[in-house]
């Protein structure tokens, strides 16, 4: 299957700062990558679709000025927490689409804010 | 928009047995029907999926069934192994618009296999 990497696996930052993590189709190229957020024994929530070339697409309650995504090229997003804050620390896991439907997602980042 | 209905939450197997996890959704478009497999601390792996002009595909261990008519699909193990353990996520997606297509999740079976 296609791979996708995500760096940094984990990440602990203080209050206030931002913290950027990046999401790489290695072997395909994807128009389109997805990232979502994951709480402790929960399910996935989506949170933007990332174009390449345009504007992300935020899901309905997502803040789109804390949640900055970039998707320059067709290998590589960026999701930039700004500000981070307690409240922001989570597990938050990038996908992206390699053809009409399958989506193939990265091993996640651990966000953890102090 | 859609809505994904998982069960169960929980299961526990015998090494050996089969494993069955159902899933039901609401959007009679959706067309494409993933399952994914996510174990502790990593990203869902996706093990299988099945599109809306079929019924029934299969991978060696692991099948999923899809009834459109009632709007619900399953994913079946057997001879399951304890590297099975793990938590699985259904999903479904509409059919494909661009780039509004995206995929609404279950909420997840967390599958034990025991020796």
């Known amino acids: 299957g296609a791979v996708v990497s995500q760096h940094p696996s984990w990440v602990i930052c203080k209050s206030g700062t931002s913290v950027k993590i990046e999401c790489r189709s290695l072997?395909?190229?994807?128009?389109?990558m997805f990232w979502y957020r994951q709480f402790p024994k929960q399910s996935l929530m989506l949170m933007a679709t990332s174009n390449e070339g345009s504007k992300a697409t935020y899901e309905q309650g997502v803040e789109k000025d804390k949640f900055l995504i970039n998707h320059a090229s067709l290998t590589l997003s960026t999701l930039t927490v700004t500000s981070a804050h307690p409240e922001d620390s989570s597990f938050y896991i990038c996908?992206?689409?390699?053809?009409?439907?399958?989506?193939?997602f990265g091993p996640g980042t651990r966000l953890t804010v102090t | 928009g859609e809505n994904v209905e998982q069960h169960p939450s929980t299961l526990s197997v015998q090494e050996g047995d089969s494993a069955v996890i159902k899933c039901t959704y609401s959007?009679?478009?959706?067309?494409?029907f993933p399952w994914y497999k996510q174990e502790l601390g990593k990203g869902p792996q996706l093990i299988i999926d099945i599109r809306s002009n079929v019924g029934e595909k299969k991978d060696q261990r692991i099948a999923v069934t899809l009834n459109k008519t009632a709007k619900h699909f399953s994913l079946h193990i057997t001879e399951t192994q304890p590297e099975d353990s793990a938590v699985y996520f259904c999903?479904?997606?509409?059919?494909?618009?661009?780039?509004?297509?995206?995929?609404?999740f279950g909420t997840g079976t967390r599958l034990q296999v025991t020796l």
């Open positions: 999903a479904a997606s509409p059919p494909f618009t661009g780039t509004a297509s995206k995929l609404t």
């Open positions: 072997d395909f190229q994807a128009t389109t």
């Open positions: 959007d009679s478009a959706s067309n494409y």
């Open positions: 996908s992206a689409r390699v053809n009409l439907y399958e989506q193939y």
